[in-house]
């Protein structure tokens, strides 16, 4: 009996580990960084990825993996981080990852204009390169990227051989499987001689993933909603540094949950702080029309207070304005908001509205996981149904203006289960072109005048004004503070 492919490929990634232990880590153990052999013993994906790139012949992966530990330890690969990099490279915007092609493979440009030949910098520059790739590879584990190398405003000076053939062997060598394809854009006859060389470089096989184009053509690989003006697109990106590109979205430490311990605690705490909370204000030009007046005259309990607040806070706190998407209503549309240094970050509140007839699962990530809890942060909403994320930072971060949140979306079988395994396959299958995705900035509301009503210890009596009347009373209070939207 044949044996199948799944036993096949287990007993070529055994035979593998096995060899490379025993004919390479013996002999070559002190050129090769110890982090990079215990994962070759655990990660089976990463094995395959080497032998699907020498058809699965053991030896030529023996001799792939050898040389690409090798330039792993010589590059600390597993140590670069953005401090390795020196800054100005950051700055200049010649190498990043931004956006998707049309097969939902990440977008990862090389504006060859920016680059100079220059054997003093090569060096930077193939770090930055590898910085990238390593970040992406710990992240998207075995997903393809597309190389956009935009030759557009290029000249004889920025043609550097050595630095295309890092590149390419970077594909090559050092992260195989993850190339999908190379679209060259714009490139001047004068290179031509220069990618008869690449083809040479990149073998037989290889050549069919090189893509020249022009700015009619680019649009057969990349929409226009990811590509930038200069290539016929409609992408308002623009590349600064710092941060990182903000289209890096990366997952909240939220998402896979808090420890229980520190969950109920954290509940608790919010509970019993909910009635001296600043509550948060949204000025909302469209509902100035609406305005309305609040009386707080009659003491209560605090305990009154609590459970009133504790009600009241979600429905006071939801936003006006309202991304209409294919899968999700989104709200607020554009912006989070959150209440000025001074006055101290507080809870702000995205609102989710099924608008399909089935069960959407949506996930929620952030270019900057370390500052915010996002509750929830993976779960699914029922058809008709709306769910509330709470958006909070820890403790003592700062909110900044350009940090960016990220809602996932996609429809779900109604047969499939939404608990937490079940949402993590379906992740993991569901393909790029049946997620929705909406973008949404941060926006500090700064103002010298106050904005925000402090519930201390002393009582108010809310029952002759709505949840309603009370948002749209504080949304003019912001107003008149001089507080503006975009």
Same mark, same amino acid.
């Given at each position: ?5 799944? &036993? ?6 055994? !035979? =593998?580990?096995?060899?490379?232990? +025993? ?16 994962? $070759? ?48 490279? $950051? ?48 992240? !998207?584990?075995?997903?393809?990227? =597309? ?8 000249? @004889? ?9 890092? @590149? ?65 697109? *409609? ?49 909302? #030009?469209? &509902? ?64 989710? +509205?099924?608008? *399909? ?53 996609? #429809?779900?079988? &109604? ?6 395994? #079940?949402? =993590? ?14 973008? $949404? ?43 503006? *939207?975009?």
């Amino acid at each position: 009996m044949a044996e199948c492919p799944t &036993q096949n490929k287990a007993k070529l990634i055994s !035979e =593998t580990r096995r060899r490379f232990e +025993t004919d390479y880590v013996t002999e070559k153990s002190d050129k090769y960084d110890p982090r990079d052999v215990e994962r $070759l013993q655990q990660d089976d994906n990463w094995i395959e990825n080497y032998l699907f790139w020498r058809h699965n012949n053991v030896d030529e992966t023996l001799k792939m993996l050898d040389e690409s530990f090798q330039w792993r330890k010589e590059m600390s690969v597993n140590d670069l981080t953005e401090s390795s990099i020196p800054r100005w490279l $950051l700055e200049i915007g010649g190498i990043y990852l931004h956006g998707y092609d049309k097969e939902g493979n990440k977008l990862f440009w090389i504006r060859v204009k920016y680059h100079i030949k220059d054997h003093k910098t090569t060096l930077d520059k193939k770090k930055l390169i590898a910085f990238w790739l390593e970040r992406y590879a710990k992240r !998207e584990n075995g997903k393809p990227v =597309t190389v956009m190398f935009d030759l557009s405003e290029t000249g @004889i000076n920025n043609i550097d051989m050595d630095f295309v053939r890092f @590149i390419i062997n970077c594909f090559k060598v050092y992260y195989p499987k993850y190339l999908s394809k190379m679209v060259i854009f714009d490139m001047p006859w004068i290179m031509n001689a220069a990618f008869k060389i690449v083809k040479s470089w990149l073998g037989p096989e290889a050549v069919s993933l090189l893509k020249f184009t022009s700015k009619n053509e680019v649009q057969d690989y990349v929409s226009v909603e990811y590509l930038p003006p200069h290539m016929g697109g *409609t992408d308002p990106f623009k590349y600064s540094y710092p941060p990182l590109v903000d289209d890096d979205f990366q997952t909240p430490l939220c998402e896979n949950g808090p420890i229980a311990s520190e969950d109920e605690a954290s509940s608790k705490e919010d509970l019993e702080s909910d009635g001296k909370e600043t509550l948060e204000t949204i000025c909302s #030009e469209e &509902q100035t029309a609406l305005l309305k007046k609040i009386n707080i005259t009659e003491h209560t309990s605090k305990a009154e207070e609590n459970e009133k607040v504790d009600s009241k806070m979600k429905a006071f706190k939801k936003p006006l304005s309202v991304f209409k998407g294919p899968l999700l209503h989104i709200s607020p549309a554009e912006e989070l908001y959150f209440g000025s240094t001074e006055s101290g970050e507080k809870k702000t509140l995205i609102v989710l +509205t099924n608008v *399909t007839k089935n069960i959407v699962a949506f996930k929620v990530r952030t270019t900057a996981p370390e500052k915010y809890r996002v509750k929830p942060s993976n779960s699914s909403c029922d058809p008709g149904a709306s769910v509330d994320i709470v958006v909070s930072p820890h403790g003592g971060l700062t909110v900044s203006a350009q940090d960016r949140f990220l809602i996932m979306a996609a #429809e779900m079988e &109604q047969s499939s289960g939404t608990g937490p395994a #079940e949402l =993590t396959q379906f992740w993991k299958e569901v393909p790029r072109n049946k997620v929705m995705e909406h973008r $949404l900035r941060c926006h500090i509301v700064e103002s010298s005048k106050p904005t925000t009503l402090t519930l201390k210890d002393s009582a108010f009596n809310m029952s002759d004004k709505t949840s309603e009347d009370l948002y749209l009373q504080f949304a003019n209070s912001s107003r008149e503070s001089d507080v503006s *939207t975009p």
